[in-house]
Every structure is written in structure tokens, then in C-alpha cells.
Antibody, heavy 119, light 110 residues
């Protein structure tokens, strides 16, 4: 079955960097687009970024553009999110999620990794 | 990239039907049939309920249905059950190849 397991979250000071990882299994990772979606405590879902199956296309939410970089390593079935210049409003549970086959629709989600930006 | 607009809360009694609206623009909901709906319980990951406006993944109850008219999509839950009490989010593909979520709707089953 599809599994997406995020890691790398933690407490980080404002202005610092952090890299999240997402280990994928149970499907052919190299053939699906994958996303990062976040949810601030007590708030709604916010789409963050998507990367195409082969890494050639990347798109970002305006709120993270220029600060976050999405990437993937298909040889290791792993998705990454490099976050820099972190701010307090980046504090959230970060989910890794995959697209449905041949459709720009998120169908499976991980359980999330918590990032807290605080001094 | 403004969020899609959903009502903050809706409520209904067991057995009743409710509809949650999701309003976007001609650059997202109005432009594509790539609207999806998710159900989220507290401290759990979201679950896909509806994809491509009105399609249900295998295993999702047929009490859940979706539709779209112009820039507004809707999720209808019929025969409300207490287990349906959760948060619901809509999502759309956009003209800039990004995605956008609605603000979420808290469903209370009275």
C-alpha cells in the first residue's frame, strides 16, 4: 500500500534553514507528481509546492517562492523540501502528498512532520 | 493565489443532506474540471473524497457527491451520519499549474 513518511521537522530559529524529507513506498515513485502541503496549528490546509514526476517542473505558492525549494531523488524514492529564511508564520505540520495517476489531484497523504519557527 | 471560499461551518441532523460550497475564479474552478474534496478528522491526515468534480475513489461512500457550476463547486453529503462530523476542504488546479485549497468547512452533526 502507498506509504509516505515525512521527517526532518523540529524547532528552528527565525531566519534559519531546515530540510524536510519524505520517503515513499508502495507505488512507482518516479512516475508521479508529489507535493508539500502545510497546516498551521488550528488552521486550514495550504498548498506549498509540487514537483513533476521527473523533477523538470516545479511550482510554488507565492508565500514560499524564493525561500523554499522542492526536489526529488527518484533513485531513493525520496522527496525533499529545503526551507530557508524561515519565519514564524511557516510554523505548521508539513504533509507530503502524491498525485493521482494521470490527474492533478492529490490522492494520498503522509502523516506530516511538525516545523516550529521560534526564537 | 487566493484561497477558495468555503463557509466556515455547516450543520445538519442525522439522516439529512447538507451541501458545502467552494467558490473560486475563472482561473481555477471555472477553468478546469480538477476540483477535489477532502475529509479531515482532528489530528489525522486528509482523505480524498471526490476527484475531478464528481468522481469517488474506490471505498468512498456514495453518500458523498460532487458537482460544479461556473466558478463554484459543491460537495453534498446525504443521509448524514455522526461519523461525518469532520473538516472538509476543496482543492483546485489553477491556470499557473499550482493548486489552491479552500479555507475549510467544519461539519457538525447535531
Amino acid at each position: 500500500q502507498v506509504q509516505l513518511v515525512e521527517s526532518g521537522g523540529g524547532v528552528v530559529q527565525p531566519g534559519r534553514s531546515l530540510r524536510l524529507s519524505c520517503a515513499a513506498s508502495g507505488f512507482t515513485f518516479s512516475t508521479y507528481g508529489v507535493h508539500w502541503v502545510r497546516q498551521a496549528p488550528g488552521k486550514g490546509l495550504e498548498w506549498v509546492a509540487v514537483i513533476s514526476y521527473d523533477g523538470s517542473d516545479k511550482y510554488y505558492a507565492d508565500s514560499v517562492k524564493g525561500r523554499f525549494t522542492i526536489s526529488r531523488d527518484n533513485s531513493k524514492n525520496t522527496l525533499f523540501l529545503q526551507m530557508s529564511s524561515l519565519r514564524a508564520d511557516d510554523t505548521a505540520l508539513y504533509y507530503c502528498a502524491k498525485d493521482r495517476e494521470r490527474s492533478p489531484t492529490i490522492d494520498y497523504w503522509g502523516q506530516g512532520t511538525l516545523v516550529t519557527v521560534s526564537s | 493565489q487566493s484561497a477558495l471560499t468555503q463557509p466556515a461551518s455547516v450543520s445538519g441532523s442525522p439522516g439529512q443532506s447538507i451541501t458545502i460550497s467552494c467558490t473560486g475564479t475563472s482561473s481555477d474552478i471555472g477553468a478546469y474540471n480538477y476540483v477535489s474534496w477532502y475529509q479531515q478528522y482532528p489530528d489525522k491526515a486528509p482523505k480524498l473524497l471526490i476527484y475531478e468534480v464528481s468522481n469517488r475513489p474506490s471505498g468512498v461512500s456514495n453518500r458523498f457527491s460532487g458537482s460544479k457550476s461556473g466558478n463554484t463547486a459543491s460537495l453534498t453529503i446525504s443521509g448524514l451520519q455522526t461519523e461525518d462530523e469532520a473538516d472538509y476542504y476543496c482543492n483546485s488546479y489553477t491556470a499557473s499549474s499550482s493548486r489552491v485549497f479552500g479555507g475549510g468547512t467544519r461539519l457538525t452533526v447535531l
